[in-house]
Nanobody, 127 residues
């Protein structure tokens, strides 16, 4: 049974930091892409950052490059999203997802390519 579980959301002030965690089970963690997606109210779900757990290669959306950092612990089947210098526009529901449609040199950023999703964790950033 596949499970993807996020944690670590909350309410913070602009400029502060937050770390989200995503733990997965039920599939071969080391050969999937794990993606973080953000959905703001009234907007589509968009990729924020993705990591190919096989080799650690990453993708970051332009809006978070230099502020957000991915890390992975394959022994714990967990990926982390370190969010530094958060801004009000980072507010939204953050979802972690897993995709098998992933290989060296290709990290999917379209939500439709991710087959397993967590329930989401909410982040609110106040100015």
């Amino acid at each position: 049974q596949v499970q993807v579980v996020e944690s670590g959301g909350g309410s913070v002030q602009a400029g502060e930091s937050l770390r989200l965690s995503c733990t997965a089970s039920g599939f071969s963690f080391g050969s999937y892409c794990m993606g973080w997606f953000r959905q703001a109210p009234g907007k589509e779900r968009q990729a924020v950052a993705t990591v190919y757990t096989g080799d650690g290669s990453t993708y970051y959306a332009d809006s978070v490059t230099g502020r957000f950092t991915l890390a992975q612990d394959n022994a714990k089947n967990t990926v982390y999203l370190q969010m530094d210098n958060v801004q009000p526009e980072d507010t939204g529901m953050y979802y972690c997802a897993a995709s098998a449609n992933c290989w060296v040199g290709y990290l999917p950023t379209d939500a439709s390519e991710y087959g397993y999703w967590g329930q989401g964790t909410h982040v609110t950033v106040s100015s």
